[in-house]
């Protein structure tokens, strides 16, 4: 049995990789955690899915047939982790591996089912900005997000979440969001299934290389959240979706 899952999702992140999948099985070994590393490629055409597995046979490598999406990426990869605890985090560390010890203590000894980091809590610490219109379109994206989807969060879209597996697999199974609002999802979906969420200041440091577009992606977010409330009134959510397919593509050993 596994402590620890971490689940990366990536696409066309041939050069992030490699130093993140270093930090972080360094991270986990010298805590002794006992641990799986999960990337989840989705359909990356930099020629990554090739090329790293034989760099890291410890890690597991799941390909997606072609581009599905972030959320389709988490998704896949949550609901294959073993671990007690399952983190996903995005490939760049924005939020360091280092800052999991904060969503952990949320967790096992506060006694949430799940904890997010944020970057909108007065503790967080941001050492690295956005560019000012980048931080101003994320803000005012979560004001709109608060009154559409009921959720009280200040950053529902740090890619870094802790769950405990039983609550991860329960709530990845019922989602259906491929794209980036998945999060919210989520979210929203463990308020209406009783779970807690711990929302938890962390450091942060902004890595250029986002693929998010916000003045597409954005309004598609926000219609998105409506789907999600009319998914529910429909009752769409009382049976699991099609897990997304993917290949291993790569050995399966032993921890991180």
Known sequence: MKDLSVVIPA????????????????????????????????????????????????????????????????????LRAQGDLILFSDADLSTPIEELEALRRAIVVDGCDIAIASRGLAESRLDVRQPWWR??????????????????????????????????????????????????????????????VAEVPVRWINAEGSKVRLFVDGPRMLRDILRFRWWRLRGL??????????TVSSSEGGGA
């Not at 359909?43 to 972030?70: C, H, I, M, W, Y």
């Not at 803000?139 to 890619?159: A, E, I, K, Y």
């Not at 959510?237 to 993917?246: H, I, L, T």
Request: hydrophobic residues 40%.
């Open 11 to 78: 696409f066309n992140e041939g050069e992030r990789l490699p130093p993140t999948l270093e930090k972080v099985r360094a991270y986990l070994n010298a805590g002794g955690w006992r641990s799986e590393l999960i990337v989840s490629d989705d359909g990356s055409t930099d020629g990554s899915p090739e090329r790293l597995p034989p760099r890291f046979p410890n890690v597991t490598f799941l390909r997606a047939p072609r581009n599905q999406g972030k959320g389709a990426a988490v998704r896949r990869g949550v």
């Open 135 to 196: 931080e101003l379109a994320g803000r005012t994206f979560n004001r709109l997000v608060r009154p559409l989807s009921g959720l009280p969060f200040r950053d529902t879209q740090c890619g870094f979440k802790l769950f405990r597996r039983e609550a991860a697999h329960r709530l990845f199974s019922l989602a259906r969001c491929d794209g980036w609002a998945f999060d919210v999802e989520v979210l929203m979906l463990a308020a209406q299934l009783g779970y807690s």
């Open 237 to 246: 959510y009382r049976r699991p979706a099609a897990e997304p397919a993917a």
